[in-house]
């Protein structure tokens, strides 16, 4: 379409369509215009961890459909693919299910100067496994028992770790599990256990604050990032990141700060939840 074919339709458009259809589009460009600087930044924190050959896993967790995947789009987007790699490791093979549980994940840990990004990790025995049967409760419970040592030796031999738990609302979850239905390059997402994710919301609400108080720490503590906006959720994201090392030549005319009402520790959102549980007798977010 030329220029001029552009601007007559802009101001013909009777009903409004077409320049609702471009103020969107206009909109996300201004929003994935203003995270650029942020990405750059991101360079720069990769520049640094090759330079002192340090080690960064940042592991992403949450409920399907709670923009993980396009926040780590985000993140990654500019960034030197040599030094960094994103994880999302399928269903295990059967000598992976005869081996030490955390064993396909030290696999994947990454190398001086490197980041790896976990998309979801050893926390599927937390939640996932157990609301669907996928592990027993010995294991769930030998899981729970053992995962924040686990950590804690990580972080002891000097790796860089960071949790952030993607936290989307029941019916934000449903909307975006409805347009999976029916936009054709979304509909590869959506599964069977997608469906299962909405009527089993209570189940996995509840193993999420299970999961939050066990291994919520000083040395592993958990971020949580409301999602149900994309656009602040994939901010928060790269910001979370940023602040978590302090790297060279970091551009300080940025603002790093936080909202408090997107972004929080994993015990502010404990505290939540269990003044869900007396007020209403369930736990809601």
């Not at 040599?82 to 059967?94: F, Q």
């Not at 496994?129 to 419970?141: I, K």
Request: net charge positive.
């Amino acid at each position: 379409m030329k220029y001029e074919t552009f601007v007559n339709r802009l101001e013909n458009d009777e009903d409004d369509k077409f320049k609702r259809l471009v103020y969107r589009r206009f909109y996300r460009y201004l929003q994935e215009r203003s995270l650029k600087p942020f990405q750059a930044e991101l360079i720069k924190l990769q520049e640094h961890l090759e330079k002192q050959q340090k080690k960064m896993i940042v592991l992403v967790e949450g409920r399907d459909a709670a923009g993980k995947g396009g926040s780590l789009r985000r993140i990654t987007r500019y960034m030197n693919e040599k030094h960094y790699r994103v994880i999302a490791l399928g269903k295990p093979s059967d000598v992976q299910l005869s081996q030490w549980y955390f064993q396909r994940y030290v696999e994947q840990f990454p190398r001086g100067g490197e980041i790896v990004f976990f998309d979801r990790s050893w926390y599927n025995r937390a939640m996932v496994e157990p609301v669907f049967g996928f592990c027993t409760p010995e294991q769930y419970n030998t899981f729970m028992k053992t995962v924040s040592q686990f950590e804690d030796d990580l972080v002891e031999h000097g790796i860089i770790f960071h949790k952030i738990y993607f936290s989307v609302s029941k019916d934000t979850q449903a909307k975006r599990f409805a347009e999976r239905e029916t936009n054709v390059l979304k509909m590869w997402k959506l599964s069977e256990i997608d469906v299962q994710m909405q009527e089993k919301w209570d189940e996995f609400t509840k193993m999420k604050y299970q999961m939050l108080k066990q291994t919520h720490s000083h040395v592993s503590p958990w971020v949580i990032i409301r999602s149900n906006d994309k656009y602040q959720a994939r901010l928060h994201a790269i910001k979370s990141i940023l602040n978590k090392v302090d790297y060279e030549g970091r551009n300080m005319e940025l603002d790093y700060t936080v909202d408090p009402h997107i972004y929080y520790s994993g015990a502010h959102e404990i505290e939540l939840m269990e003044n869900q549980l007396r007020e209403t007798g369930k736990f809601i977010v």
